[in-house]
């Protein structure tokens, strides 16, 4: 282990972040849980809720990974243990971040255009196009993920800096995901806010533009960090980054399923819920998009 790596161990700072990270893990891990149990087991899944289940997937593997990667940050400063568990955490990680972010873009790719073709969207999509493409996004980011382990750690010993070439790869798909991301939530704010034919602004809607927004805020680090990992040159440097990325990114995940239940739960009384089914409701509440409900009847969830 370098030596300027030692000199951070007892870093009051660092010790801080790590304790406020495993908060927020665990709060996150137990809001993705109950979203996988309830989109999984207890309801109907239909074009978004398929991307929602797998973003949840993703968000909940990605914090699982930091919550092990955080407690072993905490050992390895009372010398309980080493930092070659990043060795395994890091493709894990990797792969959930991009997954998830591919998981985000994809909804919003999918929402747009169900605006901008929707006879066809209606019509002719195929059935199982959302389960399909979310498979595809999962097998292109575990093969990513394994390149990186492979070719970077395998082939010249495990380093926490990957090698250029992967990094540039990286840099290059997050980047994509960004602008698909990035196109799609604007066209969809544009027919929202402008047009004569404007677009009602369902719970749908408001859901995705919130968990958009927190990923910008929160989640784009991570993102900026897997992609500069080479060209970091100073130790201290990336330990104070990477902390600070890994809390935010913590911070992202672990929201969603918050933005998902208060949507849902905005405005509705409590008399207006089922015994025994108040989460599944607030949930179906969140993903529901009342004009495509009204026009086409597609988007609507069983009630049991």
């Keep these: 282990m ?4 030692l000199d951070f161990r007892f870093d009051r700072i660092i010790l801080t972040l790590e304790w406020l990270n495993i908060i927020f893990t665990l709060v996150g891990l137990a809001g993705n849980a109950v979203v996988l149990w309830l989109l999984g087991f207890r309801m109907r899944r239909n074009v978004v809720s398929v991307y929602i289940l797998n973003l949840a997937g993703a968000d909940f593997l990605f914090l699982g990974c930091h919550l092990t990667g955080s407690v072993n940050d905490l050992l390895y400063a009372f010398n309980f243990t080493s930092g070659t568990i990043y060795r395994f955490l890091f493709p894990l990680i990797m792969c959930s971040y991009i997954t998830g972010l591919s998981m985000l873009s994809a909804i919003s790719a999918e929402r747009c255009l169900s605006v901008l073709r929707p006879i066809w969207h209606r019509h002719r999509r195929p059935r199982h196009m959302s389960a399909v493409i979310c498979a595809l996004l999962w097998a292109l980011s575990l093969l990513l993920s394994v390149l990186v382990h492979v070719y970077c750690y395998l082939s010249v010993g495990f380093s926490c800096y990957p090698c250029p070439t992967m990094s540039f790869i990286t840099a290059a798909w997050l980047i994509f995901l960004f602008v698909v991301l990035c ?6 704010l544009v027919r929202i806010l402008c047009g004569s034919r404007r677009l009602r602004l ?3 809607y408001v859901t995705l533009g919130l968990t958009v927004l927190v990923f910008l805020l929160c989640g784009l680090p991570v993102g900026i960090l ?3 990992l080479s060209w970091f040159t100073s130790t201290s440097d990336f330990i104070y980054y990477s902390t600070i990325t890994v809390l935010m990114s913590g911070m992202n995940s672990s929201i969603n399923p918050f933005i998902y239940f208060f949507v849902g ?3 509705q009384k409590q008399h207006e819920w089922q015994k025994g089914k108040y989460l599944k409701l607030i949930l179906k509440k969140a993903l529901e998009s009342v004009t495509e409900v009204e026009t086409s009847g597609q988007m609507r969830f069983s009630s049991g």
Excluded: Y
């Design 202 to 204: 369902t719970r749908l």
């Design 183 to 188: 196109g799609s939530s604007l066209a969809l």
């Design 265 to 267: 739960s905005f405005k």
């Design 226 to 228: 897997l992609s500069l």
């Design 2 to 5: 370098n030596v300027s790596v």
